[in-house]
């Protein structure tokens, strides 16, 4: 028999970019007394991944629960950025409703419209929090009405259009029911969710049905399984059949150990009832998608589907003569594994086989995605080199057909004429475009491949004020040829350290990449030109010595800083000819090539 849990609420907190998301969860945290009065807890405690922290985005979907005026509270903390939609879409599944936080003056953006499209296609009901509040530019107002124009595009059903609402300031830990009413607490948000989120139906008699949607790693106890409990009860030690719908034989598997969440732990339990999320370990051949049920009745839950993957690039060994100097994992079966270990955990990641056996197609859902799993794998010592991104092309209705997006650029107005000249040139389309003070936010229909290397380029037409957001938007027939790199680059002869005296007679030819004691060998990118056509250069000549004084002063160097890229910016500059080198210490341009001679044929043949 079907009945409810009343002490039991899941709910998936969900916002764009910097809109205030996981320091709500922290305040959330202290109101509920989650923590001991006297214990440390970091800013922003839910983005415990160290480039969360440094990036100031979530990236990886987590697991928390709250225990409020005696009902449990699980929550769900969903990245903010669109290259990580793929969490957001599998871990929608273990809640029974969206927590919307938007801010209160830059109202619904980009990913504010994914992470809806995909709770109201999942049938959840959407609560929406309107956040700071206290700004002095606030117009809580007007973004409301935006809000509801919202959830009116995206098709929301009646029910999901008589959506509650609450004001207040995630930073602050504050919260009101209507504008203009004080309030010291988060009461009102609490109320909000135990009046209007349904308590998960539960049979905990029945057989039981247990589905993982986060795949995880621990040295001790193996593969974690995080997941909802949708029917029985879960219990350690018990004998299940592990099942998925493409699955053609269930395996036979034991629940090792049982945990549930508890603040930011996972506290070890015996027994995990229907409606809870339950993790599991030490089931090794347990995948994303997979369902655990009895032997003798096997009842897997439909497959989790995701979006498939708009980018891809390459990963492949390091063969530079500078290989192996600086990293610990250097071979391709050592890359190749940790990429298998990516992809087990990221379903909106996956691997394809080159005609290179060294090499291995990585695809994901943009830029940053790779990017995330790039810096990742260099600070675990991992040495590769890395291939320009690529858009994904593919035919639909036998039309050639690339992913187009809906980018969305906020810049100072007095720029905004540069962004939409820019944006056009790459095949952007204007669809719309709004004036909120002293800020122009311009919107565009542009191929995917428009907006790689558009980030840099913005912030140099903005003088570094451009916030660039885009969405996958679908599959389109080819949008054009786009404008590449304008310039060409410096390469290096010869190998050895760059001198500063060839850098200084050289200065005129560009910008350099590498400061004077560098180590540089043949083919390596050094710099950078505005002129067409890459330039062979030798940047280790020094200056010779002889026995006789030099009639006037001698020249001393007088070089300017070299320009040191982000792995984002090298990612969006490297061209279809050449390769990002990757170390745990060092990102180095170069060449396919290296030979120039081999170099020059080459281009030769291709022309």
Not at 250 to 256: A, C, G, T, W
Request: charged content about 30%.
């Amino acid at each position: 028999m079907t009945r409810t849990t009343t002490d039991i609420r899941n709910i998936a907190i969900v916002a764009h970019v910097d809109h205030g998301k996981t320091t709500l969860v922290d305040a959330m945290f202290r109101f509920a007394g989650t923590f001991r009065d006297n214990q440390l807890i970091p800013e922003r405690a839910m983005d415990s991944d160290a480039q969360e922290r440094e990036r100031g985005i979530t990236i990886l979907a987590k697991n928390t629960a709250i225990e409020y005026d005696g009902v449990r509270i699980n929550i769900v903390d969903t990245p903010g950025h669109a290259d990580f939609g793929g969490q957001v879409e599998r871990t929608l599944g273990m809640a029974d409703a969206v927590l919307l936080l938007v801010d209160a003056y830059e109202g619904p953006m980009p990913q504010t419209r994914f992470v809806l499209r995909k709770a109201f296609e999942a049938g959840l009901r959407a609560m929406v929090m309107v956040n700071k509040v206290d700004r002095p530019d606030e117009r809580a107002a007007e973004v409301l009405d935006e809000v509801f124009d919202l959830f009116v595009e995206l098709g929301a059903t009646d029910d999901q259009l008589e959506f509650p609402v609450c004001y207040g300031s995630g930073r602050d830990g504050w919260a009101v029911a209507e504008l203009g009413q004080r309030a010291d607490d988060l009461r009102p948000l609490f109320a909000m969710v135990l009046e209007h989120v349904h308590a998960p139906p539960m049979d905990p008699d029945g057989p039981v049905q247990f589905q993982s949607v986060t795949i995880d790693h621990d040295d001790f106890v193996g593969r974690i399984g995080i997941g909802r409990v949708w029917r029985g009860t879960l219990r350690v030690g018990a004998r299940l059949a592990l099942c998925h719908p493409n699955r053609p034989k269930p395996i036979n598997s034991m629940v090792k150990n049982l945990y549930r969440y508890e603040g930011l732990s996972k506290v070890a339990t015996d027994v995990v009832v229907a409606g809870d999320i339950a993790v599991v370990a030490g089931i090794e051949d347990l995948s994303i998608g997979d369902t655990l049920c009895p032997i003798d009745a096997p009842d897997p839950r439909p497959g989790i589907e995701i979006d498939e993957p708009t980018i891809s690039m390459v990963f492949q060994v390091n063969d530079s003569p500078l290989c192996g100097r600086e990293g610990k994992f250097v071979t391709s079966r050592q890359v190749l594994s940790r990429l298998e270990r990516a992809a087990l955990r990221d379903a909106a990641l996956s691997l394809a086989p080159t005609d290179k056996t060294e090499g291995t197609e990585v695809k994901g859902r943009g830029v940053m995605h790779l990017g995330v799993l790039i810096e990742n794998m260099r600070r675990e010592g991992y040495e590769f080199c890395v291939g320009k991104p690529r858009v994904i092309i593919k035919e639909v209705d036998g039309v050639r057909s690339e992913p187009f997006e809906r980018a969305t650029v906020e810049v100072p107005t007095e720029f905004a004429g540069r962004v939409i000249e820019f944006m056009g040139r790459r095949r952007g389309e204007l669809i719309e475009m709004d004036t909120q003070g002293n800020m122009t936010r311009v919107e565009f229909d542009i191929p995917a491949r428009g907006l790689i290397g558009a980030r840099t380029s913005l912030l140099s037409l903005s003088q570094g004020e451009a916030i660039l957001s885009h969405l996958f938007d679908g599959w389109r027939p080819d949008g054009g040829a786009i404008p590449r790199r304008t310039g060409a680059v410096l390469v290096a002869d010869r190998s050895g350290p760059a001198v500063a005296y060839a850098l200084d007679g050289l200065s005129d030819r560009g910008t350099w990449f590498v400061a004077p004691g560098d180590d540089v060998y043949e083919g390596m990118v050094v710099g950078e030109t505005a002129k067409p056509g890459d330039l062979d250069l030798n940047v280790c000549r020094a200056k010779k010595l002889t026995n006789m004084r030099a009639s006037g002063k001698d020249d001393s160097a007088n070089l300017p800083p070299p320009r040191v890229m982000s792995l984002e910016e090298a990612l969006e500059f490297v061209e279809d000819d050449e390769l990002l080198e990757v170390t745990p210490q060092s990102l180095r341009l170069r060449k396919r090539i290296l030979d120039s001679n081999l170099r020059r044929k080459s281009s030769k043949v291709r022309g």
